[in-house]
């Protein structure tokens, strides 16, 4: 994931979810854990460099959108997966309202 341009990434992910969405729950909580690590450290680089272009907050949003495109193909079928995926995007959060 390191490797790849965040846009395709988030691009091929989102068609993904859109695609397998009911059978993503196995991969739910590593994709979230995944993309919000990706999503803070854009955000925080951005922060630390004002001269970035408006691609990375694009890219930033497309993060964050494939994150909820995740959360709404597992929303209320798998209560289970809650608390791990809370505790997985408090920092997205926290960096989002910050």
Known sequence: MDEI???DLV????NIVEIYGDQINPYALSLC???SEAYVRLVEAKTCNEDEDADTGLTADGLMSA???????ISG???????QLE???ERALYTTLS
């Open 5 to 7: 341009d965040f846009e």
């Open 87 to 89: 505790g997985v995007l």
């Open 33 to 35: 854990m995944k993309l």
């Open 67 to 73: 994150i909820r495109k995740v959360l709404n193909s």
């Open 77 to 83: 079928k798998f209560p289970d997966l809650y608390p």
């Open 11 to 14: 691009k091929a992910l989102k």
